[in-house]
């Protein structure tokens, strides 16, 4: 358990010393993400416990929203003179966006029969 | 007695126990609910706790950085629970060695569908340029989208405001939208699910079955890296 979260900030830290160095267009996060995933593909096998740390983090992925989103009590104003544009734009990109991905992944998968 | 409170009142506010608390209260409250009301997307736990916690911030007259100080806590989990998503992603190995070309195809026209029309239809609105770039990550999942919009020059707290109504939106019409255009594979459907709105459209994903979910937690992983990776590129060539 600690050796896992040890991992998982080792390669947060690693990656924001190399978005940084690099000038990456990326979070140092993501880099971590990228190079968890990379050494798991390389390793071929997952640490022991590495699993279970992952899955208790992310099990309640949507906690960690919630500090971040009590940040829109400082854009209520905001958000009051600009309410028009941003809720017809999240409404019609996000339909936008499931049917595009969909369609095009629809277009190119590979057929089985199973897909229905 | 009264004055007891008070004492108490003030000692606690200069604490970070009381965001901390606060924050999981608000949370599991809103768990609870939605549980109870048979899980209904629109009664989105993280938008009922974000709605009880700033009512209570207001009624108190407390300041966001006060509030912030304890809940710091929670939200530094972000960074580690992103990196965490690598796990999740390397479990779909074999499928994604299977079909990636068209994999990768799906998700960058998605994640370019995605931002192109959200700064598009809220431009065209007359929305000003702080919140073209605070949309324009939202479909990405929140500790990626921050670090984007913070890059692009939105405001990221806002972005991740936007962010989780983009899930709730995506998880509550979704579905609906993809029986309408009449796509049955559980594989589009969770790459559509996944890469609109994040996690909170994986768990909405996962409802149906366990492949739309994984297709979906995929999804969502590839649309971070490649929003991530072509959201600053596009902001630079059209600036």
Known sequence: MLSNLTLLLLCQLAGEVLARLLGLP???PVVGMALLFGGLVARRRMPVG????????????ALLFVPAGVGVTLYLPLIADEWLPISFSLLASTAATIAVTAAVMRALAPRRSSDG | MKQ?????WVYLATTPLLGLTVTLIAYQVGTWIHERLGRNPLLNP????VVAIVLTLK????????????????HFLLGPATVALAVPLYRQLSVLRRSWASI????????????VTAVGFAWALGASRETLMSLAPKSVTTPIAMGIAEQIGGLPSLTAVLVILTGILGAAFGTWILDRIRVGSPAARGLALGVASHGIGTARALQ???????????AMGLNGLATALLLPLLVALLS
Do not use: N
Request: no cysteine; charged share 10%.
């Open chain 1, 26 to 28: 990326l979070p140092g």
């Open chain 1, 50 to 61: 590495l699993e279970e740390t992952a899955h208790g983090l992310l099990r309640h992925l």
């Open chain 2, 4 to 8: 007891d409170f008070q004492a108490i």
């Open chain 2, 46 to 49: 993280v938008l009922f706790a």
């Open chain 2, 59 to 74: 009624l108190t007259g407390t300041a966001y950085g006060t509030y912030f100080d304890g809940a710091q806590f929670v």
């Open chain 2, 104 to 115: 990768i195809a799906a998700v960058v026209a998605g994640s370019l569908t995605a931002a």
């Open chain 2, 208 to 218: 149906e079955s366990e492949v739309t979910g994984a297709f979906s937690g995929l």
